[in-house]
């Protein structure tokens, strides 16, 4: 079981490092037609529960405040809100691992199935055992004809 989990480990790292054009276009593609998918996993299925956890926290109202909002008796906004949004850049990055990992797995399949195919195609067909003794039986008679 430990063998097998380093296998995907390195063939992760492999993935992640060392991809090949092929491989980016199709993770690119993926990535593209599941973004709504996985942000709808991550903002509506996994961070609700997560929240709830951790105290009933709304990861995307998580920030810290550098400069406050400054409004006028009118309603007129004088300074801007300027804060680091870390809640949402950690609902950002779950949705990048998500996508990376279903990358991963649809990368893994087609490298499996690559593989197969190029195992068919250099299949060999054994030699049958009556012409390998009829070439045993030529040489015996050409090295005793030889001598």
Not at 6 to 19: N, S, Y
């Given at each position: 079981m430990?063998?097998?989990?380093?296998?995907?480990?390195?063939?992760?790292?492999?993935?992640?490092?060392?991809?090949?054009?092929f491989d980016m276009a199709i993770g690119i593609i993926i990535g593209t037609a599941f973004h709504k998918i996985i942000t709808s996993l991550v903002d509506d299925i996994i961070m609700p529960p997560l929240g709830y956890l951790i105290g009933r926290v709304d990861f995307s109202n998580l920030n810290i405040v550098i400069q406050k909002e400054v409004v006028e008796k009118g309603g007129n906004v004088v300074k801007e809100l300027v804060a680091f949004n870390y809640g949402n850049f950690i609902q950002v990055m779950i949705d990048f691992l998500i996508i990376t990992v279903i990358i991963f797995l649809v990368i893994k399949l087609f490298n499996k199935l690559r593989r197969k195919a190029e195992d068919e195609k250099k299949k060999e067909v054994p030699t049958p055992r009556e012409i390998e003794l009829l070439a045993e039986i030529r040489d015996i008679l050409k090295s005793d004809l030889g001598k």
């Open positions: 430990k063998n097998k989990k380093m296998k995907i480990i390195r063939e992760f790292k492999e993935f992640a490092i060392k991809g090949n054009m």
